[in-house]
């Protein structure tokens, strides 16, 4: 069984302090899809990471998916109060049939205060 | 609006009776996923469907529980003598038919089992 693990689990911190999100497995992933998720809605994808030792900038976060495509991290810089939310790292796998299955951590509660 | 859509968003009812829960992918997808998710947790893979073909089903998914697509096109989720242990949110994903191609998630539908 295919297993990612992220941490911290919780995470509360001040406005204006940065902060790195990991997500580790022993499992090799075809890609590395990261999402945010508001309470009461679905994942929004926010990047997908491909190759090994990527790293994708979107505005103040910064993804980085491992040599060997086992793990990622996220960095948020400056964070703000809209980066609130429940972070899901999610690896790819391609099956049969076209089937790509995701594999998602178990997600990062991330509280910035103003 | 082009994206994921799922009904209804909310849906309380006791436990023994039938729940269906319906989702629209984006137009041109032709792979459409059914996952669960729990509270404190990240969606966990339920059944995939390519086209009308539903080709994966997880062992979460007990016989109580039933998916079409009949035309290809939206989908159904429906589960039979619902238990306390359902309770859940039920998120929908569609995806193209690129082997890069990546899931986007519907807002979900979050089941209570009274």
């Known amino acids: 069984t295919q297993l990612l693990e992220q941490s911290p689990q919780f995470l509360s911190i001040q406005e204006g302090e940065n902060l790195t999100v990991y997500c580790n497995s022993s499992?090799?992933?075809?890609?590395l899809q990261w999402y945010r998720q508001e309470p009461g809605e679905g994942p929004v994808l926010l990047v997908t990471v491909v190759t090994g030792g990527e790293v994708k900038k979107l505005k103040r976060l910064t993804f980085q998916f491992g040599d060997a495509r086992k793990d990622s991290s996220l960095h948020i810089t400056a964070a703000q109060p809209g980066d609130t939310g429940l972070y899901l790292c999610a690896g790819a796998t391609l099956v049969d049939f076209g089937n790509e299955k995701l594999t998602f951590g178990t997600g990062t509660r991330l509280t910035i205060i103003p | 609006d082009t994206g994921v859509s799922q009904d209804p968003r909310h849906k309380i009812t006791k436990r023994g009776q039938n729940v269906t829960f319906r989702c629209d992918p984006i137009?041109?997808?032709?792979?459409l996923y059914w996952y669960r998710q729990t509270l404190g947790q990240g969606p966990e893979f339920l059944t995939y469907?390519?086209?009308?073909?539903?080709?994966?089903k997880s062992r979460l998914l007990s016989d109580r529980f039933s998916a079409e697509r009949p035309k290809g096109s939206f989908s159904t989720l429906e589960i039979q003598r619902t238990e306390q242990g359902d309770s859940a949110m039920y998120l929908c994903a569609s995806r193209g038919g690129g082997s890069t191609d990546t899931q986007y998630f519907g807002p979900g539908t979050r089941l209570t089992v009274l």
């Open positions: 469907f390519q086209n009308e073909a539903q080709l994966e």
């Open positions: 137009s041109e997808h032709n792979r």
């Open positions: 499992s090799v992933f075809s890609s």
